[in-house]
């Protein structure tokens, strides 16, 4: 058990839709980060936050979009769902070191999209 | 833009046989971080590199960075049923950190 959590595990919707997934850290991580995995592919980074404040944007769509909460704990919001959006979509947190550098990510055990 | 290309993409072994997993990145690296990812599961850390030429082991697994801190692998020897799964690395360069696409590791029966 990595101490990062997300919910739902399992999320069945239809084209067109919108959902939120949902992630809290572990507890003292300030950064977390969210990626999409599609069925035996690489992960894809999407975007990472930091103590509130978006730190760093990878290949996001402009149909997703994210945020973190005072409380740390981070959704991200897919729109406009299209059947290429189902994939496994991980959560991961860390302790952010130096300006720059990037400690060890714990992940957390995913949300399975699949868009009908 | 930066990439960190991961060879090979899937790899089959004989249970025993020794494995390979190589980066090779575009930028120099400050450091690398390698994961591994089991069927159906989530990756998990497995170590960090920072200094160039650094080598370090965990086991059977050997893990090298470069000289020049923009390559690195991870090797693994008589490779076990557990050592299934997928192998990633990524790197950190000019505040990013760059996934490869990952090594399958595969058991042949």
């Known amino acids: 058990d990595s101490g990062v959590t997300q919910t739902p595990k399992h999320l069945i919707t239809a084209t067109g839709q919108r959902v939120t997934l949902r992630c809290s850290p572990r507890?003292?991580?300030?950064?977390v980060y969210w990626y999409q995995q599609s069925l035996d592919q690489g992960l894809q980074f999407l975007i990472q936050y930091y103590n509130g404040e978006e730190r760093a944007k990878g290949n996001i769509l402009e149909r997703f979009s994210a945020q973190q909460f005072p409380d740390l704990h981070s959704e991200l919001n897919l729109s406009s769902l299209e059947l290429g959006d189902s994939a496994l979509y991980f959560c991961a947190s860390s302790v952010v070191g130096l300006a720059g550098s990037y400690n060890e990510q714990f992940f957390g055990p995913g949300t399975r999209l699949t868009v009908l | 833009g930066q990439q960190v290309m991961q060879i090979p993409q899937y790899q089959h072994v004989q249970e025993g046989e020794d494995f390979t997993t190589y980066c090779n990145s575009s930028t120099t690296l400050s450091n690398i971080q390698w994961y591994k990812q089991r069927p159906g599961g989530h990756p998990v850390f497995l170590i960090q590199?920072?200094?160039s030429g650094e080598v370090k082991k965990q086991k059977r697994l050997t893990f090298q960075f470069g000289e020049a801190k923009k390559n690195s692998s991870l090797h693994i020897t008589a490779t076990q049923t557990t050592d299934v799964g997928t192998y990633f690395c990524a790197g950190n360069s000019n505040y990013q950190l760059i996934w490869g696409a990952g090594t399958k590791l595969i058991i042949k029966p």
């Open positions: 590199l920072v200094k």
């Open positions: 507890s003292g991580d300030l950064s």
